[in-house]
C-alpha cells in the first residue's frame, strides 16, 4: 500500500520561500510511469495543480506558477520537495503530494495548511 506524507513549516512569512517534502512509503518514486505532483487547496477556491516530478526525474509546472516553482527529489530518502518562492498570502493553502497514474491520482497525502502571513 502506497502513502505518502506531506511536512514544512505552517508558517512562511512574505517574500520568503515555501518548502514542504513529501515522504513516499510503498512504493519507489522512480518506478516507471508514475508522476508525483503538488496540488493545493486555497480557501473559497478548487483544487490547483502546481507541477510534478516524473520517474524520470523530469519536472513540469503550472504556467501560472513556473516562475517560482521548483520540484526536486531525493531517490536515496524516497522524498520530493516543492519549493515555492515570493510567496504572498494568496499562497495560503492547503497543500498536498499525490501520485499520479495515466489520468488519474490514485494516491494523496493527508494535506499540510501552509498560512503565509507577516
Known amino acids: 500500500q502506497v502513502s505518502l506524507q506531506e511536512s514544512g513549516p505552517g508558517l512562511v512569512k512574505p517574500s520568503q520561500t515555501l518548502s514542504l517534502t513529501c515522504t513516499v512509503s510503498?512504493?519507489?518514486?522512480?518506478?516507471?510511469?508514475?508522476?508525483w505532483s503538488w496540488i493545493r487547496h486555497a480557501p473559497g477556491k478548487g483544487l490547483e495543480w502546481i507541477g510534478y516530478i516524473a520517474y524520470s526525474g523530469s519536472t513540469y509546472y503550472s504556467p501560472s506558477l513556473k516562475s517560482r516553482t521548483s520540484i526536486s527529489r531525493d531517490t536515496s530518502k524516497n522524498q520530493f520537495t516543492l519549493q515555492l518562492s515570493s510567496v504572498t498570502p494568496e499562497d495560503t493553502a492547503v497543500y498536498y503530494c499525490?501520485?499520479?497514474?495515466?489520468?488519474?491520482?490514485?494516491?494523496w497525502g493527508q494535506g499540510t495548511q501552509v498560512t503565509v502571513s507577516s
Open positions: 499525490a501520485r499520479q497514474y495515466q489520468s488519474e491520482y490514485d494516491y
Open positions: 510503498g512504493g519507489s518514486i522512480t518506478t516507471n510511469y508514475y508522476y
